[in-house]
């Protein structure tokens, strides 16, 4: 059974950093597409950034500059590294992940990390 599972969340003052961590777990035979999204309670999920398996990487406008995906195939983990955080910020966080296993092709959700900013 494959999972997603993500570290690394909290708390923060403004201005600071955190670096979250996302593992894939399971019998998978590769893994395509990699991101983070975000969700503000009475909005939907949107992305935050998202990176292929050749490692281009797209943003979301409001954290281009302070935010950096990454990934580590074969540790089969995807990173994201969030830097000069702002209280706007503070959310659930979301790892999503194309895997391919023995269930096929599937887009995976990991279960969410908390991002708590202060001001």
């Known amino acids: 059974q494959v999972q997603l599972v993500e570290s690394g969340g909290g708390l923060v003052q403004a201005g600071g950093s955190l670096r979250l961590s996302c593992v894939a777990s399971?019998?998978?035979?590769?893994?395509?597409?990699m991101g983070w999204y975000r969700q503000v309670p009475g909005k939907q999920r949107e992305l935050v950034a998202a990176?292929?398996?050749?490692?281009?990487?797209r943003y979301a406008d409001f954290v281009k500059g302070r935010f950096t995906i990454s990934r580590d195939n074969a540790k089969n983990t995807v990173y994201l590294q969030m830097n000069s955080l702002k209280p706007e910020d503070t959310t659930v966080y979301y790892c999503n992940a194309e895997i391919s296993s023995v269930d096929g092709i599937k887009k995976y959700w990991g279960q969410g990390t908390q991002v708590t900013v202060s001001s």
């Open positions: 399971g019998i998978i035979f590769s893994i395509g597409a």
């Open positions: 990176i292929t398996s050749g490692g281009s990487t």
